[in-house]
């Protein structure tokens, strides 16, 4: 670091010889990289303690059985219906979650984008309340709105749409809306952030050469927001993959997750080997989706849009 | 006349697009807003509207040691967390920031792991080692992990501003004498303010909100609000949730305002 050797030497730089300039710059520049790694150390040290040596422990004891080296928990995964089915689950879920804060995300993304001053705030405030509350306190209001005798059925009663009440909890309906409900921000806000950067005039421009409004946006702005339509979609789903506290609560034990499924077999079983085997899959396959995903948008970039 | 039925359907579209997005803002909006009057409700059970109102469950919750115990270790520990996350990670995003060693990339997505690994299994692993070492149900073992679980969101923050500052200031500053540390509090910090706001907010929330952790490694005397609150959603709906729900929508509104101010300013 030339800068940082400049800024040193600055005030006896005409007593240095100028032959041992070169000396002195790769030891200014040893001191800085080692100053820069001290710096960072304690942070690292934080996730290393206790993020890193936890995963590692984790990994051994899912390979761990009372005779010794097995791959037993990985087999029962594939053999015993019940984690493969709530594999399924949980990926479909993550799926349809995904797909629904596309569909839902986009307009309001887009109509935010487009809009000015106090509409396009309005839009805002109400993507940004929910995101900024609690996910506890949005799993209590739709226990409150869900339930048997809640605010939806019974309002959708008094109407005279429905005459039996919906069962829209401890099933896979409840958790889709409660997990919605949490995951569309994160969708929101990456979209709107590349719609705003999206140029007005290209529109106009695609337009006076004779395009129709929807070809505009279809070969225009689509492809422009394509890349937020990504990022959003890649941390919806991954971070629907390894959810617990909605859907423990609104799918009420009945729609069991892989989040779940460790919980249990480490509060209620303490079957540490089967928990850590369930959970290194769910790991592996989140790193599998980032490093895929690496390669088109850094990952700080996606991370970084909450 | 080819116009005019080319500016109906033209219009159509737009009250249908409209409709559709108040619909979905609706479904953002109202689940934060019906705890509101709920809280304020007489009767124990849940009823929308209320047909009476009070403020019995606000009372159930201010007078209720548990609850009190609760939020006060919350409150510790979001306080902490922040206090401690801030300077380790302000350093850490300097280093990144700065420097030019390949192996400090590298060392940067090390960093956001906590953000990136489900944090069921984060939860599985801290319960782990506490369990070994004795941590387990203690407010230093909590605001340890959430230290940990908040840094990636601060570094994040801190390294937007500070790629968006030039750093040839400190270097004047440091030229003309002053040493590197106080080269960075003097010209570096109060230019890097907003972002270190919003870190200060996001570490904040970050702890308060944390749920999945804590309902793993806190307990006794120092469970915090989240654990009580999963643990009475799950086994019955007490109205004080809608009382403590209420209080803490008020909080997150002052933190967007908090925040869009430091956005603008």
Known sequence: ?306 | MNTLAYLRQLRLSHVLFTVLVAAILLYLIIPVLIVVPMSFSEARFLQFPPKEWSLRWYEAFFHSAEWMSAARVSLITAVVTTAVSLPIGMAAAYAINNSSLKVIRTLQIVLLLPMMVPIILIAAGVFFVYARVGLISSLTGLVLAHIMLALPYVIIALLAGLRNFDMSQEMVARSLGMNRFRAFMAVTLPQIKPSVVSATLFAFITSLDETVVALFISGGDNQTLTKRMFTALRDEIDPTIAAISSILILASLILVVVAGRNKQG
Not at chain 1, 13 to 28: I, K, V
Not at chain 1, 102 to 131: H, K, T
Request: aromatic share 12%; hydrophobic share 55%.
């Open chain 1, 1 to 306: 670091m030339s800068n940082a050797y400049l800024a040193k030497s600055m005030p006896d730089a005409h007593s240095e010889p100028p032959a041992s300039n070169a000396d002195a710059l790769a030891r200014e520049e040893r001191r800085e990289n080692t100053s820069m790694l001290l710096l960072l150390a304690p942070a690292l040290f934080m996730v290393v303690v206790l993020l890193i040596l936890p995963m590692c422990w984790l990994a051994f004891q899912s390979v761990q059985t009372e005779d010794g080296f097995s791959l037993a928990n990985y087999a029962r995964i594939f053999e015993e219906r019940i984690y493969w089915d709530t594999f399924y689950l949980t990926f479909k879920i993550s799926l349809i979650v995904t797909l629904l804060s596309i569909v839902m995300g986009f307009p309001i993304a887009y109509a935010a984008s487009r809009l000015q001053g106090f509409w396009a705030n309005l839009i805002l405030i109400c993507v940004i309340l929910p995101f900024w509350t609690s996910v506890l306190v949005r799993s209590y209001a739709w226990l409150v709105l869900l339930q048997r005798r809640g605010v939806v059925n019974q309002t959708l009663l008094d109407m005279g749409i429905i005459d039996q009440p919906l069962n829209m909890m401890h099933n896979t309906t409840g958790t889709v809306i409660g997990t919605l409900h949490v995951m569309l921000p994160f969708m929101v806000l990456p979209l709107y952030s590349v719609m705003k950067k999206i140029p007005q005039d290209l529109m106009q421009a695609s337009e006076s050469l004779g395009a129709k409004p929807f070809y505009t946006f279809r070969r225009v702005f689509l492809p422009m927001a394509a890349p937020g339509v990504m990022a959003g979609s890649i941390l919806v789903f991954v971070i629907c993959l390894g959810f617990f506290i909605t859907p423990e609560l609104l799918g009420g034990g009945r729609t069991i997750l892989v989040s779940m499924l460790v919980q249990r077999n480490v509060e209620l079983y303490h079957a540490w080997g089967a928990a850590s085997a369930v959970g290194l899959v769910l790991l592996f396959v989140v790193f599998l989706i980032f490093w895929g995903i690496n390669r088109f948008i850094p990952i700080e970039r996606i991370l970084g849009a909450r």
